[in-house]
């Protein structure tokens, strides 16, 4: 399984991005698929989930303003991150379990100044 994250990028306070995730591999459909990141100088936390059957779940700092979603004929998963605030800066990671193993996108990085 590999994850390749990307859209990571600066952007002001108030603004807008869009991650995105591409999974290789067939169990795509079948697992859930997150979203954690690390700030600098903390430790990595997680910030979204969405399940095979399309349940999602938030950490309190982002709901109602980061969205995740998936394309399963893409094999994609997204982080739509609205009201982007100074402390949402982070190297952002993509992350799935298979056969017991955790898998690690290589991050993608979204600067966000105040």
């Known amino acids: 399984v590999q994850l390749q994250a990307s859209g990571g990028g600066s952007v002001q306070a108030g603004g807008s991005l869009r991650l995105s995730c591409a999974a290789s591999g067939r169990i795509f459909s079948a697992n859930a698929m997150d979203w954690y990141r690390q700030a600098p100088g903390k430790q990595r936390e997680f910030v979204a989930r969405?399940?095979?059957?399309?349940?999602?779940n938030y950490a309190g700092s982002v709901k109602g303003r980061f969205t995740i979603s998936r394309d399963n004929t893409k094999n994609t998963v997204y982080l739509q991150m609205n009201s982007l605030q100074f402390e949402d800066t982070a190297v952002y990671y993509c992350h799935t379990i298979y056969t017991s193993i955790n898998y690690w996108g290589e991050g993608t990085l979204v600067t966000v100044s105040s």
């Open positions: 969405i399940t095979s059957d399309g349940s999602t």
